[in-house]
């Protein structure tokens, strides 16, 4: 199985900062993309961001602009650098990553950061 591995999650005040990071480990062979979801109190998940392996990106409409992901793909490691956080940025991020062969899973999940935007 793939373990991931959150850190970075935290208290900001609106227009303030943080960056996430995820690495995986466990049953690492080929991953095709690793990203970022979020979840809010009741609202379902969503995607906040994502990069292949190739590095190719992918972001929510409403964070383009403000978030930036990036990869260590020596490290299994993804980074979310979060810029100009809004309130309604609060939620619980999860970091995702999909296997690219059948000798890993199609999807493994981390257990979550929160990330909380309050003045």
Known sequence: QVQLVESGG??????GSLRLSCAASGSIFSIYA???YRQA???????????TSG????YADSVKGRFTIS????KNTVYLQMNSLKPGDKAVNYCSVDGAEATMPLRSWGQGTQVTVSS
Not at 10 to 15: F, T
Not at 41 to 51: C, D, M, N, S, T
Not at 55 to 58: A, E, I
């Open 71 to 74: 990869r260590d793909n020596a």
């Open 55 to 58: 590095g190719s990106t992918n």
């Open 34 to 36: 690793m990203g970022w």
């Open 41 to 51: 109190p009741g609202k379902q998940r969503e995607l906040v961001a994502a990069i």
């Open 10 to 15: 935290g208290l900001v005040q609106p227009g």
